[in-house]
């Protein structure tokens, strides 16, 4: 019974129910678990108790196992079930994301000043250049009590009010600008100002690199759904894919934002043709 149910839940957890009445001799749903007491029948008794109680809560349990390129929302989805369908972000969680959005934004706006020398724009205020330097060259941008330091935090105000900054970050899909670095560069006055709590729609935006597996659950009607985010480099999905033989449903993302990346494949294509 412990190899059967590892495979095809509901199948093989109606073949446990079956199997555990009948080894008691009773039918089915007359099983009682209370296990007679004395010698190794009792111990028999109360090992097949807990197999059928295990079967039962394995009967409404879907597992899903989310694949995909980086930056194809696996994450996101993630975090939008626990948001819909379960209790949502506590205040504590919520802070927990304050120095990976701004992480994002400082990452986003190295990227989008790189992006302009490859797209030949140039900035419209030439007095924003010393921003851009400060910027590039920072190492460590964040106090010791995590807020972006001044000089950082006035250097990008300056940077996203010049129309240069602005006209590259419009055609960041033309060099792989996180799809996300739109709406924190919109919201830049609130992220960096002081005391800073991140949002629920930050929280949903902020991109994590996901390391190990990451298992949320969260119950739709009577079934409790099981969704199973992995990090990793294709390379070593094969160490862990044995471990999933028993999910139901594996969804693959492709992100939207690659639409216009390259007709020939590219990021949109790679998680549909090149999972293992």
Partial sequence: ?????????????????????????????????SPPAGGKKGENSKIESDLFEQAKLEVNVVKILLLGAAESGKSTMVKQMKVIHSHGFSKPEFI???????DNLLTSMKFVLRGMGLLWINLANKKNKAHARSVLSCGQCFGEDGELLPFVA??????????????????????????????????ISRIIAP????????????????????????????????????????????KWLSYFDCVRAVLICCGAQWLRHDPDGGPLYEPATREP
């Fill in 1 to 33: 019974l412990y190899l059967v149910l590892n495979f095809q839940p509901r199948f093989v957890a109606n073949v446990a129910l079956y199997a555990v009445g009948y080894l008691k001799d009773v039918p089915l749903f007359q099983y009682s678990a």
């Fill in 96 to 102: 927990s994301f304050k120095a990976a959005v701004l």
């Fill in 154 to 187: 006035l250097s990008f105000c300056a940077l996203w009010a010049d129309q240069g900054v602005r006209a590259a970050a419009a055609r960041g899909y033309e060099f792989q600008l996180n799809d996300s670095a739109l709406y924190f560069f919109e919201n």
């Fill in 195 to 238: 005391k800073y709590i991140p949002t629920e729609v930050d929280v949903l935006r902020v991109r994590v690199r996901t390391s190990g597996i990451i298992e949320t659950r969260f119950p739709v009607n009577h079934m409790v759904f099981r969704m199973y985010d992995v990090g990793g480099q294709r390379t070593k999905r094969r």
